[in-house]
Structures are given as C-alpha cells and as structure tokens.
C-alpha cells in the first residue's frame, strides 16, 4: 500500500521520515539497495519504496535491518512508535469504511463464512489473500487490515461485539495451524472488556438468520449507519428505517443464540479439534475418555453450551 499523502495531513508522513533513518543508516554501514535487499531477501525496489516513504514496512523488516546495520534497535523502536494506520492506503471502494472505524464509538457486526478483518490474526489475513493476490500485494493487503485492529484492542476501545456464523470456525482457511491460531485469537479478543463474540450454532433450527454479513456503525455524533459489502464495493445506508430494521433482526437474533460464554466453549472446541487435525483415529475408549474429558472441562469453566429450545416456552 502506497502512503496517504502527506500534503493533505499538512506534513511530512512518518512513513518518510522512518525511510530517511533507514536510509542513514544503511549509508552509515556503506551499503547500497541493492546489498541491503540481498541479505534481506527481497528485491532492491522494497527498499527503495520504504525508503522513499510510499511503502509501509514490516516489523519484521524494521528488526532484521537493525540486526545487519547494527543499529541498536533504532529502527524496531521508531517502528513501534509509530501509528501506521494513516500510512496505509486502502482500497478506493474499502476507504470509508475504514475512516468510520477509526471514529466509530460503537461496531455490532454479523458475519458468515469468513474471520471479521478486525478480529483476523496476521497468519488468517495471509492465507486469505494469497488465494486472490500475491507477492508484495498480499503483504500490503495485509497491513491494510491489520492496522484496523489496535484501536479496539486499546485500553477503554469502543464497544465491538460480533455475532460469528459458525461456519466461520469451520471455513477452512489456510492451515489447521492458521484456524487453531485464530480460534486462540478469538477466545483471547472475547476476555476483552469492550469486544464480546457470540456464535450461531450450525445444528440450531428456527432462527432467522441475514441473508449476507453486515455491520451497524454508531459515530460520534450519533449518527449510524449499515454497512454490507460484495466481492468488489462497500454498501452504505443511514435510513433511519433501514438502520432499525438492520439493528432488530441483529438483536432478536443475539437474544437466540448462545452466549459469549458458552460460545467460547464452542470456539474451544473448534480449537481442539484444529489442534488434531491429521492424527490418526483414536479408538472407541480413547473417544469416550476424551468426550468425558470435555465435558469435565466445560463443567469446570462452567460455560457448557446449551442450545435453546424454541417453542418450549418460558
């Protein structure tokens, strides 16, 4: 991803000035792009674009540039420093979106299929977007959805809470490893004191369930918006009537399902089961002992799902 101009923030870009100290130091040890970007396996122009501040580095390229220039660390430390989110430049159609997280006081999303964006680990992004880019491309694309995330993960972020179709857990998505990783990234996002997650289970009949994922945005000044997208472009409303109809059919389903704890059990059990994937059948003891197992460690948390019933009455 190319840089936000810097002109439009009235300054030069701290994706600059990170390329201007690379730079010095790179001339410091007398090294040239192009040697530098031998022993940091890439080619000359990633270095020339971060250099010259239209490309948003890796942590991982700020930290192996300090170890071969001997830099004490300079360059991971600014790296850090920095909020990279207005360096990062967005699909045309994703932009809005984007600059609506970084306002929003309140996110309540559903989804289907696939991880939301800001709940994604590095390693899910990856894999997602290798599948329709490559190369640098999927690295900026990554950058780009990660560095939507730290606001809501910050001390006292805004309210988030997503309602997950299980078909997320399921949806296999780059490796068992990847899953298992982003099955321990939601139980830890969910412990959040600002973020809950909560499950649509896939066995459960008689819910109404949205035809497509969307989001309900609250902004500062009150003002909220839906938000659905296709494969190729982002859907913006603030009809007060189509927002409400968006916002009752996101509550009544919430009120059916499980719970952000016992849908961290189930979240578990999906982790276990990545954790697994490949190993050879057990036999019918070792089955019955591991099912004995779970449901001791469910009583222990003592958030074992229990799937409503509709109709039973209450």
């Not at 390329?19 to 792009?33: A, H, I, M």
């Not at 932009?95 to 991880?115: F, G, H, K, N, S």
Request: proline share 5%; glycine share 8%.
């Amino acid at each position: 991803m190319t840089y936000r101009n810097a002109e439009a923030t009235g300054g030069v870009s701290n994706a600059v000035l990170f390329g201007d100290l690379l730079r010095f130091y790179r001339e410091t040890e007398l090294l040239t792009q192009e040697a530098l970007a031998r022993q940091l396996h890439c080619d000359r122009s990633h270095v020339a674009k971060i250099e010259a501040g239209t490309r948003v580095p890796q942590e991982s390229f700020a930290k192996t540039c300090d170890e071969i220039l001997h830099t004490g660390g300079a360059l991971l430390r600014m790296w850090r420093q920095i909020d990279w989110y207005p360096e990062v430049q967005h699909p045309d159609w994703f932009e809005r979106r984007a600059e609506m997280d970084a306002q929003a006081v309140a996110l309540r999303a559903y989804q289907e299929r696939v991880i939301p964006g800001l709940l994604q680990t590095p390693g899910y992004a990856h894999a997602l977007f290798s599948q329709i880019a490559s190369g640098e491309e999927v690295e900026e694309r990554v950058r780009a959805r990660l560095s939507r995330q730290p606001r809501f993960f910050a001390d006292e972020g805004p309210l988030y809470v997503a309602v997950l179709d299980e078909s997320c857990l399921r949806n296999a998505v780059g490796s068992p490893e990847v899953m298992r990783d982003q099955c321990a990234r939601l139980l830890e996002a969910g412990q959040r004191p600002n973020i809950r997650i909560q499950v649509v289970p896939a066995g459960l009949f008689g819910l109404i369930r949205p035809r497509n994922s969307f989001s309900l945005i609250k902004l500062p000044d009150g003002h909220e918006w839906v938000y659905s997208e296709s494969l190729d472009r982002g859907y913006f409303a603030d009809d007060p009537a189509v927002f409400a109809r968006h916002s009752q059919a996101y509550d009544v389903l919430r009120a059916d399902i499980l719970s952000a704890r016992e849908s961290a059990a189930l979240i578990s059990d999906a982790m276990e089961g990545y954790e697994h994937h490949g190993q050879a059948p057990a036999r019918r003891g070792d089955l019955d002992q591991e099912q004995l197992q779970r449901q001791q460690r469910r009583r222990l948390r003592g958030n074992r799902p229990r799937y409503p019933r509709r109709g039973a009455g209450a």
